[in-house]
């Protein structure tokens, strides 16, 4: 267009659009500023934002259409007026709200794209939906256990032994679970303990038509969901710094609440209108489907963030040549170590306290309010939703509030200290409260309140692996959470005995954990510590010196066996004699 017509549209001389042009082009690449690449280089999308925002040709052909078109929908030089250029920020400013600075922040405060998010947010969001399910598939029994309980005729004992079986296969997982996830990594393992507990979860129905076979279902539930938090503490050991450890643990194992809440919200209306089964075939659907996408979602890290793949794969990017974050084989895990460490000993303990309380409330309160309070299926399920929304606003307060105080200067140590014992008397106290009042409202309340407030473990007794030792955190959890499995065995099975023989729902479900809540905060606050172990001390126990003897028969025992299995000729009775009367010999010198 000449510049008579741009000088009929708006009466603005148009050397000034032209000079401005120039202007530009002369500077794109001479003055470029580096903060602008170095934010692109962040965002990882440093060649998009180059080819489409940065490029020198789009830049100089966008203003002009921006101008163009202002000119025609104004025929005014006012708003070209109102324009800037500044040459700092190598930015222009349109009305001080159309240029690509602007619109990207606004993108990211209202819009912001899964795909924009960096991996490690990504990390914490798809484990933390995988601990959604996990405890949709851990409360659903709790549900069904009331109509499965009428259906077969089964006791208050035989309903806690039930819900128990989960947890055999639970604690079996731990220390050879956390032991592998070291090696391997919990981006390979957590998938596959998702898939394993979803198609044991829908296997229910169909083994519920014997003992056995309902024991051996759930128990595999407990096997696959035994690796996930290991799993889960090894990807925050590795691609969540110290100061945000807080809020990533809270996040992630936020999800068993909001797990709680689905389950119990969906599971009712599914087995009043299709029967008990629907609730274990559906929510084994849905962790076979979270599968997949977890594998999508990392194939995409992988792409956009390989230094991120490469961490949760076990290595990490340096100058020099990958090393590997792991034990390897040529390094053998310090298990005497840990075993002699007090901060480990401390945080196996209160592990224990903390399962106890979650375990027999997650398995009984449903039963527990249908039972005090007089009420049907539906209603004490919506009734058990409380606490579990407790517990959501609860842990986010916790891991916000713990990471602010961290970064503050707040010592770790005490953080970690100040947040277990607020989830331990707090509920201790609101659980003494509710044994003492007849008062249904106040009661619910008071359990409610004592569920949320023990939400503020996930600020002390979860993060605190990963600071003892980051290398071996899905070890420590393995470890720690085996003596936290027990409370599932024998907690909600003498839950089911006590109220059997008692009819004291105060007796059975309170006291025992107001009991652990006490001594496990004493624990804690008296040992825990932040400061990363090096679990020098590796000896072999004095009680082993006593049991070399009898290694070396039982390795001979397998040599036996082996040569005895492969049909070797000089294998005879006599010599298998003679190793049964040494093994004898060697226990009763032990017994005298």
């Known amino acids: 267009m000449s510049q008579t017509g741009l000088q009929a549209l708006g009466g603005l001389p148009s050397c000034r659009i032209f000079a401005g042009q120039r202007r530009h082009h002369r500077r794109e690449h001479a003055a470029r500023p580096r903060r602008l690449i170095t934010a692109a280089v962040k965002r990882g999308q440093f060649e998009k934002d180059w080819e489409n925002e940065f490029s020198p040709g789009h830049r100089l052909a966008k203003r002009s259409e921006l101008e163009f078109e202002h000119l025609h929908s104004s025929a005014s030089s006012s708003s070209l007026d109102s324009g800037s250029y500044d040459g700092v920020e190598d930015d222009y400013q349109f009305n001080g709200s159309q240029s690509p600075a602007n619109q990207n922040i606004l993108h990211k405060l209202f819009g912001r794209h899964w795909d924009d998010l960096p991996a490690k947010y990504k990390l914490v969001f798809a484990t933390s939906m995988a601990f959604v399910l996990c405890n949709m598939d851990k409360v659903n029994i709790s549900v069904a256990i009331i109509p499965m309980a009428e259906d077969f005729g089964w006791s208050s004992t035989v309903s806690g032994l039930v819900q128990s079986s989960f947890f055999f296969g639970y604690m079996l997982t ?41 024991f051996l279902s759930r128990a595999a539930v407990g096997l696959g969901e035994g690796v996930a938090p290991s799993s889960a503490t090894d990807m925050v050991a590795r691609v969540i710094s110290q100061d945000e450890r807080s809020r990533a643990m809270s996040f992630i194992f936020g999800g068993l609440h909001v797990g709680s809440l689905l389950g119990l919200f969906v599971a009712p209306p599914l087995i009043e209108r299709f029967g008990w089964p629907t609730v274990f075939y559906a929510f084994g659907l849905l962790g076979l489907g979270w599968a997949i996408w977890f594998e999508r979602v990392q194939s995409g890290i992988a792409i ?52 106890w309380f979650h375990y027999t409330m997650m398995a009984w309160l449903p039963s527990y309010f249908a039972d005090t309070l007089s009420l049907n299926l539906t209603q004490a399920a919506q009734l058990s939703l409380l606490p579990p929304v407790a517990a959501i606003i609860a842990s986010s307060i916790a891991g916000t509030a713990g990471d602010a105080l961290i970064s503050k200067g707040m010592p770790v140590v005490q953080v970690r200290k100040l947040a277990q014992c607020t989830a331990f008397l707090g509920p201790a106290l609101c659980l003494a409260g509710a044994s003492l009042t007849d008062d249904s409202h106040l009661k619910v309340a ?35 959470n085996t003596t936290g499995a027990i409370p599932g065995i024998i907690g909600v099975t003498i839950t089911g005995a006590i109220l059997d023989k008692t009819g004291s729902w ?68 006599e010599q298998v004699n003679k190793f049964v009367n040494k093994v004898k010999g060697l226990l009763k010198q032990k017994h005298s």
Request: with cysteine; aromatic share 10%; charged share 10%.
């Open 304 to 355: 956009k963030e390989p230094e991120v793949a490469a961490k949760l794969q076990g290595y990490q990017q340096h100058s020099g040549p990958a090393v590997k974050l792991t034990a390897s084989g040529e390094q053998t895990v310090p298990w005497r170590g840990f075993l002699r460490n007090r901060p480990v000993q401390a945080l196996a303990y209160t592990h224990f306290c903390n399962n």
């Open 506 to 573: 105060p007796l059975a479900l309170f006291v025992p954990s107001i009991v652990f809540f006490v001594t496990g905060s004493v624990v804690f606050a008296t040992f825990a510590s932040s400061d990363q172990q090096l679990f020098e001390n590796d000896a072999p126990f004095a009680v082993e010196k006593y049991a070399q003897p009898l290694y070396k028969q039982l390795g001979n025992a397998k040599r036996l066996v082996g040569d005895a299995a492969s049909g070797m000729p000089h294998i005879g009775g």
């Open 446 to 480: 008071l359990i409610t309140a004592g569920l949320g407030l023990a939400s503020f473990s996930l600020a002390g007794l979860y993060c605190n692996h990963a600071d003892l030792s980051p290398r071996y955190a899905p070890v420590l959890l393995g470890l720690t």
């Open 174 to 214: 731990q220390i050879p679970g956390g032991y592998i996830i070291a090696k391997k990594g919990g981006r390979k393992i957590l998938p596959l303990g998702v898939g394993l507990w979803s198609l044991a979860t829908a296997a229910v129905p169909v083994m519920a038509g014997t003992m056995p076979g309902l």
